[in-house]
């Protein structure tokens, strides 16, 4: 086969396209038509005139060696054999021979030439071109219609020339037909050449030619795969993976063209590839960055919002973290030719591992052949068909096995899945608690799949977009397992038809079958043929085939139910002296001695199995079995089983040993162990029959444990955490020793599960005061991770066990431990009831370190709602406390938010001194992070107040010791500030640096207060370069940020600041609006230098506009308000704002009075303005 597209159309296109010009922008170059450049393009003028080609060589600069190739390729054009046939499927179908086309007007006969045209060389069955043409409703006669349009295809494709390059559909016997090419041209034979010698050319690191091959590749393309064909043809699965291969190329290309600096043609090539995939994220964002770089940022950005809000309209998501990644670079300018120094392309997939949690394989799994082959088939058509998800449902009745399949399966295909495997039990028939919420899941998916904590947005339904995003283009198998209904698992169903799922329920699913469409897949008890497989797999072929009829009984007296047998075999394995008929006899007597059992239900038999194997233990190894089932979560951990046994570890893993060899107990991952849910409820039973002091002893010891280790790892992580105090603890007499930050934090990772469920089951079953103890000292991890589903839970649970019991401390704990989780979701009124509780029930149990906390919280809430003067009364009973106690860490805190306070009320000089002895007892404490946040507070105020050296040297002391500490949170707000105070010395370059460096670190922690402080800063440095529409931008995220999160003191500058733009810029409307808005704001929080600041901007909107009193009177109003609170540079500002209105008034002299003041501030500040001023009183001052 010879390939279409060596044309002179062709070479001009890719030449065009690497050029980054349009048809429109290529024509007016050259002076020719669109219109024939379109012609020449596609290939309806296979002999363009020389002429117009050396016209167009010239526009696309050319060299002479290529014009050449050109022009003969036009000569051999003109002596166009015209027996050659020629085939064109990427897009819309063309046929001919030489340059003479060939009309198949039949719309079937076109529907059906080129699903055969998609596969050259292969056969087309009858029944595929049946779906094609009429569905699942074909007339009587299909047959013979096919067979007559074939005929008619066969007529056209011959039509008498005798062609050495024609091609002939050829019938295969009953089965279907094939396309025999020989000799034709198709363009998709010489698009897959292309592609391969792309590739090989990238393999021998030939980066140049590869690009130039993928491009050439991508010229071929005039549309879609047969555009305009019918929609069954369109959306075959091979029409499908063509498309698809068009991508992975277009890809490539856009990542090498990237890469090398070529964004015009990047940016060209893939601007119409989006219009055909508009919700692709990978496409998006390559393009964004191709725009960008080549200076198109606020087109990139543009495109950024329409993709987004498609997703959102169309798929119910957020975009996923490639598309944010690119938004990102172009937000932060982080693209090469901006001096930026950007990230590759490669980098905005995620870096983290994929995840790998599937349990272990079981060992010597045997049978469900016909199961197997089913889940093959399913995946096997899930690849061919790869436009929607599948789901496979496997059910049936407890113990048949459905996970040990489920499991064996994804073990045999997880080389399929390259971006991992995520498992989950969803304990949807748990005895011992309640199923798992979704939103539990999901966020357990969230960790699994690499996301960091601080960037897991706080709601549920902001988890679940983030969840399907990052699973987007992946190909992950997610087996869900124990689930308990269709309810439960459909939120957990990822949108990327790339993933495969396996659902295990004792429910049918049939609510999920009917709607998700998933297949069903029921597991029956084993055959006797199975039964023996799986015995002798794990007996051994000789010992099984030795007995075969005690076998049989063995497999009778299970039941043929799986876990039974599993139990079963392990005894003979561990016994191979034993005899398979002494074993049958035996269990056969055990069954008549709990003949109660022996009811209908399969499941029911295996408990005669428990009990048989259950009396074959050691007596150290029953009873840790027994003791085992008072663990309430899904599994435990040594550490914790040799607690609950009241011994050491060294002497509980022979016992744990024995219990998984006689397959009672699972280490389903080493060093943690669980029991099936049957086998629990076996053990809870023969737990119930032994003496009550024994199990409520060792429930007591298990809880102890896991309430002190909690508490020792949030110590280590959390040294400054306030909780309750030690005495509140029962005495702990061996602790757990956890060796670091790492320990601590992996310890909490594995546990917080098993953590939940001990605090839900202590609040009802007791031990109660396990349950608010537990939950106090999970409080840091429970925020550090943000699972705030799990927090809510904890929190409850706790509350009700303390107040069961009376208990005030704990009723004090967990009211502080609710409200830091409705703070964390910005419930602002929900978090003071919950404070004002924690101090009441603090004071009556003489807790004072929770007043001064509750009292320190609710002062730091007040000020965020604006509320001043109550957030001042509540820090200063906060501070007293703190200093009776003599917290020093506390202490400085207090103080610090003390003078933060006093700043934001224009008590500036009052802040400073709050702040001095914040820095003082932060330095006396030795803790760091209290340490480098009263510097950054203290070179706030000192920037407010005009002293900008002083102000930077705190900040930078205080940046060195955030990222020493790494402190990422204090290291962004740092560069907030340090980026005004450059901006305000002139440093604009610095100011810009910093600028983006706060946001780049607020984005990554999806912090908004500290993101709309970092948007103004880089926002007044655009205003400050020029770049007001950016100024626009930047201040109105700001201002959308600040409003999400409820600062007030970020949105009233964001207001100011978008004043100010729209002033600069003529548009007085706007700028009054947001004025106005801004001064109202600030006075009615008491923001009294955002109000001077605010009567400066409408004082500047009304000078502009011509209303000179009005701006006097606000310009006035503002100097009296600097004046107060000490905010010397407002001052200087407003003072000039005075001194225009003075001149426009007509007293220049009056003008040059008050600029000379400003110029005195200005130059004592040390600010550039002053010789602005003083070019100003040069030109307006009397003999100067």
Same mark, same amino acid.
């Given at each position: 086969?010879?390939?279409?597209?060596?044309?002179?159309?062709?070479?001009?296109?890719?030449?065009?396209?690497?050029?980054?010009?349009?048809?429109?922008?290529?024509?007016?170059?050259?002076?020719?038509?669109?219109?024939?450049?379109?012609?020449?393009?596609?290939?309806?003028?296979?002999?363009?005139?020389?002429?117009?080609?050396?016209?167009?060589?010239?526009?696309?600069?050319?060299?002479?060696?290529?014009?050449?190739?050109?022009?003969?390729?036009?000569?051999?054009?003109?002596?166009?054999?015209?027996?050659?046939?020629?085939?064109?499927?990427?897009?819309?179908?063309?046929?001919?021979?030489?340059?003479?086309?060939?009309?198949?007007?039949?719309?079937?006969?076109?529907?059906?030439?080129?699903?055969?045209?998609?596969?050259?060389?292969?056969?087309?069955?009858?029944?595929?071109?049946?779906?094609?043409?009429?569905?699942?409703?074909?007339?009587?006669?299909?047959?013979?219609?096919?067979?007559?349009?074939?005929?008619?295809?066969?007529?056209?494709?011959?039509?008498?020339?005798?062609?050495?390059?024609?091609?002939?559909?050829?019938?295969?016997?009953?089965?279907?037909?094939?396309?025999?090419?020989?000799?034709?041209?198709?363009?998709?034979?010489?698009?897959?050449?292309?592609?391969?010698?792309?590739?090989?050319?990238?393999?021998?690191?030939?980066?140049?030619?590869?690009?130039?091959?993928?491009?050439?590749?991508?010229?071929?393309?005039?549309?879609?795969?047969?555009?305009?064909?019918?929609?069954?043809?369109?959306?075959?699965?091979?029409?499908?993976?063509?498309?698809?291969?068009?991508?992975?190329?277009?890809?490539?290309?856009?990542?090498?063209?990237?890469?090398?600096?070529?964004?015009?043609?990047?940016?060209?090539?893939?601007?119409?590839?989006?219009?055909?995939?508009?919700?692709?994220?990978?496409?998006?964002?390559?393009?964004?960055?191709?725009?960008?770089?080549?200076?198109?940022?606020?087109?990139?950005?543009?495109?950024?919002?329409?993709?987004?809000?498609?997703?959102?309209?169309?798929?119910?998501?957020?975009?996923?973290?490639?598309?944010?990644?690119?938004?990102?670079?172009?937000?932060?300018?982080?693209?090469?030719?901006?001096?930026?120094?950007?990230?590759?392309?490669?980098?905005?997939?995620?870096?983290?591992?994929?995840?790998?949690?599937?349990?272990?394989?079981?060992?010597?799994?045997?049978?469900?052949?016909?199961?197997?082959?089913?889940?093959?088939?399913?995946?096997?058509?899930?690849?061919?068909?790869?436009?929607?998800?599948?789901?496979?449902?496997?059910?049936?009745?407890?113990?048949?096995?459905?996970?040990?399949?489920?499991?064996?399966?994804?073990?045999?295909?997880?080389?399929?899945?390259?971006?991992?495997?995520?498992?989950?039990?969803?304990?949807?028939?748990?005895?011992?608690?309640?199923?798992?919420?979704?939103?539990?899941?999901?966020?357990?998916?969230?960790?699994?799949?690499?996301?960091?904590?601080?960037?897991?947005?706080?709601?549920?339904?902001?988890?679940?977009?983030?969840?399907?995003?990052?699973?987007?283009?992946?190909?992950?198998?997610?087996?869900?397992?124990?689930?308990?209904?269709?309810?439960?698992?459909?939120?957990?169903?990822?949108?990327?038809?790339?993933?495969?799922?396996?659902?295990?329920?004792?429910?049918?699913?049939?609510?999920?079958?009917?709607?998700?469409?998933?297949?069903?897949?029921?597991?029956?008890?084993?055959?006797?043929?199975?039964?023996?497989?799986?015995?002798?797999?794990?007996?051994?072929?000789?010992?099984?085939?030795?007995?075969?009829?005690?076998?049989?009984?063995?497999?009778?007296?299970?039941?043929?139910?799986?876990?039974?047998?599993?139990?079963?075999?392990?005894?003979?394995?561990?016994?191979?002296?034993?005899?398979?008929?002494?074993?049958?006899?035996?269990?056969?007597?055990?069954?008549?001695?709990?003949?109660?059992?022996?009811?209908?239900?399969?499941?029911?038999?295996?408990?005669?199995?428990?009990?048989?194997?259950?009396?074959?233990?050691?007596?150290?190894?029953?009873?840790?079995?027994?003791?085992?089932?008072?663990?309430?979560?899904?599994?435990?951990?040594?550490?914790?089983?040799?607690?609950?046994?009241?011994?050491?570890?060294?002497?509980?893993?022979?016992?744990?040993?024995?219990?998984?060899?006689?397959?009672?107990?699972?280490?389903?991952?080493?060093?943690?162990?669980?029991?099936?849910?049957?086998?629990?409820?076996?053990?809870?039973?023969?737990?119930?029959?032994?003496?009550?002091?024994?199990?409520?002893?060792?429930?007591?010891?298990?809880?102890?444990?896991?309430?002190?280790?909690?508490?020792?790892?949030?110590?280590?992580?959390?040294?400054?955490?306030?909780?309750?105090?030690?005495?509140?603890?029962?005495?702990?007499?061996?602790?757990?020793?956890?060796?670091?930050?790492?320990?601590?934090?992996?310890?909490?990772?594995?546990?917080?599960?098993?953590?939940?469920?001990?605090?839900?089951?202590?609040?009802?079953?007791?031990?109660?005061?396990?349950?608010?103890?537990?939950?106090?000292?999970?409080?840091?991890?429970?925020?550090?991770?943000?699972?705030?589903?799990?927090?809510?839970?904890?929190?409850?649970?706790?509350?009700?066990?303390?107040?069961?019991?009376?208990?005030?401390?704990?009723?004090?704990?967990?009211?502080?431990?609710?409200?830091?989780?409705?703070?964390?979701?910005?419930?602002?009124?929900?978090?003071?009831?919950?404070?004002?509780?924690?101090?009441?029930?603090?004071?009556?149990?003489?807790?004072?370190?929770?007043?001064?906390?509750?009292?320190?919280?609710?002062?730091?809430?007040?000020?965020?709602?604006?509320?001043?003067?109550?957030?001042?009364?509540?820090?200063?009973?906060?501070?007293?406390?703190?200093?009776?106690?003599?917290?020093?860490?506390?202490?400085?805190?207090?103080?610090?938010?003390?003078?933060?306070?006093?700043?934001?009320?224009?008590?500036?000089?009052?802040?400073?001194?709050?702040?001095?002895?914040?820095?003082?007892?932060?330095?006396?404490?030795?803790?760091?992070?209290?340490?480098?946040?009263?510097?950054?507070?203290?070179?706030?105020?000192?920037?407010?107040?005009?002293?900008?050296?002083?102000?930077?040297?705190?900040?930078?002391?205080?940046?060195?010791?955030?990222?020493?500490?790494?402190?990422?949170?204090?290291?962004?707000?740092?560069?907030?500030?340090?980026?005004?105070?450059?901006?305000?010395?002139?440093?604009?370059?610095?100011?810009?640096?910093?600028?983006?460096?706060?946001?780049?670190?607020?984005?990554?922690?999806?912090?908004?207060?500290?993101?709309?402080?970092?948007?103004?800063?880089?926002?007044?440095?655009?205003?400050?370069? +020029?770049? !007001?529409?950016?100024?626009? /931008?930047?201040?109105?995220?700001? @201002?959308? =940020? &600040? %409003?999400? *999160? $409820?600062? #007030?003191?970020?949105?009233?500058?964001?207001?100011?600041?978008?004043?100010?733009?729209?002033?600069?810029? +003529?548009? !007085?409307?706007?700028?009054? /609006?947001?004025?106005?808005?801004? @001064?109202? =704001? &600030? %006075?009615? *929080? $008491?923001? #009294?230098?955002?109000?001077?600041?605010?009567?400066?901007?409408?004082?500047?909107?009304?000078?502009?506009? +011509?209303?000179?009193?009005?701006?006097?009177?606000?310009?006035?109003?503002?100097?009296? =308000?600097?004046?107060?609170? $000490?905010? #010397?540079?407002?001052?200087?500002?407003?003072?000039?704002?005075?001194?225009?209105?003075?001149?426009?008034? +007509?007293?220049?002299?009056?003008?040059?009075?008050?600029?000379?003041?400003?110029?005195? =501030?200005?130059?004592?500040? $040390?600010?550039?303005?002053?010789?602005?001023?003083?070019?100003?009183?040069?030109?307006?001052?009397?003999?100067?």
């Amino acid at each position: 086969m010879q390939p279409v597209g060596s044309t002179p159309g062709g070479l001009i296109r890719h030449r065009r396209l690497h050029a980054g010009l349009s048809q429109q922008e290529l024509a007016d170059l050259a002076g020719v038509s669109v219109r024939s450049l379109r012609d020449i393009e596609t290939g309806h003028v296979s002999r363009p005139r020389a002429s117009s080609l050396r016209r167009l060589a010239t526009a696309l600069d050319v060299t002479d060696d290529e014009l050449s190739v050109l022009l003969e390729a036009v000569q051999a054009g003109g002596r166009a054999d015209p027996r050659t046939l020629h085939i064109a499927v990427l897009g819309p179908l063309l046929v001919r021979y030489g340059d003479e086309p060939v009309e198949i007007r039949s719309p079937m006969q076109r529907q059906i030439f080129g699903l055969l045209a998609l596969q050259p060389g292969q056969r087309v069955s009858r029944e595929e071109i049946v779906d094609v043409l009429w569905g699942d409703r074909p007339p009587k006669t299909y047959l013979n219609l096919i067979q007559g349009h074939v005929a008619a295809l066969r007529r056209l494709l011959r039509p008498g020339r005798g062609g050495r390059g024609s091609a002939s559909i050829a019938t295969l016997e009953h089965s279907g037909y094939t396309l025999a090419p020989e000799g034709a041209r198709l363009d998709l034979v010489h698009f897959d050449d292309l592609v391969q010698g792309a590739r090989a050319a990238r393999s021998r690191e030939n980066l140049v030619g590869t690009q130039e091959l993928f491009g050439r590749a991508l010229c071929l393309w005039r549309g879609p795969v047969l555009a305009g064909a019918g929609p069954w043809v369109r959306h075959h699965p091979v029409a499908v993976a063509i498309d698809r291969r068009r991508m992975d190329a277009a890809l490539a290309f856009a990542d090498l063209g990237l890469e090398g600096g070529n964004h015009r043609s990047v940016a060209a090539q893939l601007q119409g590839l989006v219009a055909a995939e508009p919700l692709h994220e990978g496409l998006h964002a390559r393009l964004m960055l191709a725009m960008a770089r080549d200076g198109d940022q606020a087109g990139a950005l543009r495109l950024f919002a329409d993709v987004r809000r498609r997703l959102a309209d169309e798929l119910g998501i957020e975009p996923g973290h490639e598309l944010r990644a690119a938004h990102l670079q172009v937000l932060r300018q982080r693209l090469p030719g901006l001096g930026s120094g950007g990230e590759d392309v490669a980098q905005l997939a995620p870096s983290a591992e994929p995840p790998r949690q599937l349990p272990l394989d079981a060992r010597g799994f045997g049978g469900r052949l016909s199961e197997l082959a089913r889940l093959d088939a399913l995946l096997a058509t899930a690849a061919e068909h790869p436009s929607a998800l599948t789901v496979a449902a496997l059910s049936g009745t407890a113990g048949v096995g459905k996970t040990t399949l489920a499991v064996h399966w994804a073990h045999r295909v997880r080389d399929r899945f390259p971006d991992g495997q995520i498992y989950v039990n969803l304990r949807g028939f748990d005895a011992t608690g309640p199923a798992m919420e979704p939103a539990e899941a999901i966020r357990s998916f969230l960790d699994a799949l690499g996301v960091p904590p601080e960037r897991i947005p706080e709601t549920s339904e902001a988890q679940k977009g983030l969840y399907r995003s990052l699973l987007t283009g992946r190909r992950i198998l997610l087996v869900l397992d124990n689930a308990r209904d269709a309810e439960q698992v459909r939120p957990l169903l990822p949108g990327a038809p790339t993933c495969f799922v396996v659902v295990t329920s004792r429910d049918q699913l049939s609510g999920l079958v009917a709607i998700e469409g998933a297949y069903p897949l029921t597991l029956d008890l084993l055959s006797a043929a199975e039964g023996r497989e799986l015995l002798a797999r794990r007996l051994g072929a000789e010992r099984a085939d030795a007995e075969p009829g005690a076998v049989d009984e063995l497999i009778a007296q299970c039941s043929r139910l799986p876990l039974a047998l599993a139990i079963v075999t392990a005894r003979a394995v561990t016994n191979p002296r034993f005899s398979l008929a002494a074993m049958a006899d035996e269990l056969r007597e055990a069954g008549n001695r709990l003949d109660a059992f022996s009811g209908g239900d399969p499941a029911t038999h295996v408990r005669t199995v428990f009990s048989w194997s259950y009396r074959t233990l050691s007596g150290e190894a029953a009873r840790l079995f027994r003791l085992l089932s008072i663990n309430p979560g899904p599994d435990i951990g040594v550490g914790a089983v040799a607690r609950l046994a009241g011994t050491s570890e060294t002497r509980v893993r022979p016992l744990l040993a024995e219990l998984c060899r006689a397959n009672l107990l699972t280490e389903h991952v080493v060093g943690r162990f669980a029991f099936h849910d049957l086998l629990r409820l076996y053990a809870a039973e023969r737990n119930r029959e032994e003496d009550d002091d024994e199990r409520t002893a060792a429930a007591q010891r298990l809880y102890d444990h896991y309430a002190h280790t909690t508490r020792a790892a949030s110590r280590l992580l959390y040294p400054n955490l306030i909780m309750l105090p030690q005495r509140a603890l029962p005495a702990d007499p061996a602790p757990v020793a956890l060796d670091g930050h790492a320990s601590a934090l992996a310890w909490l990772d594995v546990e917080h599960v098993n953590l939940v469920a001990a605090i839900t089951h202590a609040a009802e079953h007791g031990p109660r005061p396990a349950a608010w103890l537990i939950a106090d000292g999970l409080r840091g991890y429970l925020a550090r991770r943000r699972h705030s589903v799990h927090w809510f839970t904890v929190a409850e649970a706790g509350m009700s066990a303390a107040l069961a019991e009376g208990d005030l401390l704990g009723q004090a704990a967990l009211h502080l431990s609710t409200a830091h989780a409705h703070n964390n979701l910005a419930h602002d009124h929900e978090v003071i009831g919950h404070l004002r509780q924690v101090v009441e029930l603090a004071d009556k149990a003489g807790w004072a370190e929770g007043r001064a906390v509750g009292l320190g919280n609710i002062g730091s809430v007040y000020s965020d709602l604006g509320r001043l003067e109550d957030a001042h009364v509540n820090l200063l009973r906060a501070l007293g406390l703190w200093e009776q106690i003599g917290a020093a860490h506390s202490s400085a805190i207090t103080l610090n938010n003390l003078g933060n306070l006093d700043r934001v009320r224009g008590r500036l000089r009052e802040a400073t001194g709050y702040l001095g002895r914040a820095l003082e007892t932060s330095r006396q404490s030795g803790v760091r992070t209290g340490l480098s946040s009263a510097l950054e507070s203290l070179g706030q105020a000192c920037h407010d107040l005009g002293r900008l050296t002083v102000g930077a040297e705190h900040l930078r002391e205080a940046l060195r010791l955030a990222r020493r500490i790494g402190d990422n949170a204090g290291e962004a707000k740092a560069l907030s500030t340090l980026s005004r105070i450059d901006l305000d010395v002139g440093r604009l370059s610095e100011a810009l640096d910093a600028a983006r460096s706060a946001l780049r670190l607020s984005e990554e922690l999806m912090h908004r207060q500290k993101e709309s402080a970092a948007c103004n800063a880089l926002a007044a440095c655009c205003h400050r370069l +020029g770049r !007001h529409q950016d100024a626009i /931008a930047y201040f109105s995220r700001a @201002l959308r =940020l &600040a %409003q999400e *999160a $409820g600062v #007030r003191y970020e949105e009233t500058e964001a207001l100011i600041g978008l004043s100010t733009v729209h002033t600069h810029l +003529g548009a !007085h409307p706007k700028a009054a /609006a947001h004025a106005r808005d801004a @001064l109202a =704001l &600030a %006075q009615k *929080a $008491g923001f #009294r230098v955002r109000e001077g600041q605010a009567l400066t901007a409408l004082a500047e909107v009304c000078l502009g506009r +011509g209303d000179i009193d009005e701006a006097a009177d606000h310009a006035t109003h503002a100097i009296r =308000l600097h004046r107060e609170t $000490g905010h #010397r540079l407002g001052e200087a500002r407003a003072l000039m704002v005075l001194g225009h209105a003075l001149l426009r008034r +007509g007293g220049p002299g009056v003008a040059v009075e008050h600029w000379r003041e400003a110029l005195t =501030l200005f130059a004592d500040i $040390g600010t550039p303005e002053a010789d602005r001023v003083h070019a100003l009183i040069g030109e307006y001052g009397p003999g100067e």
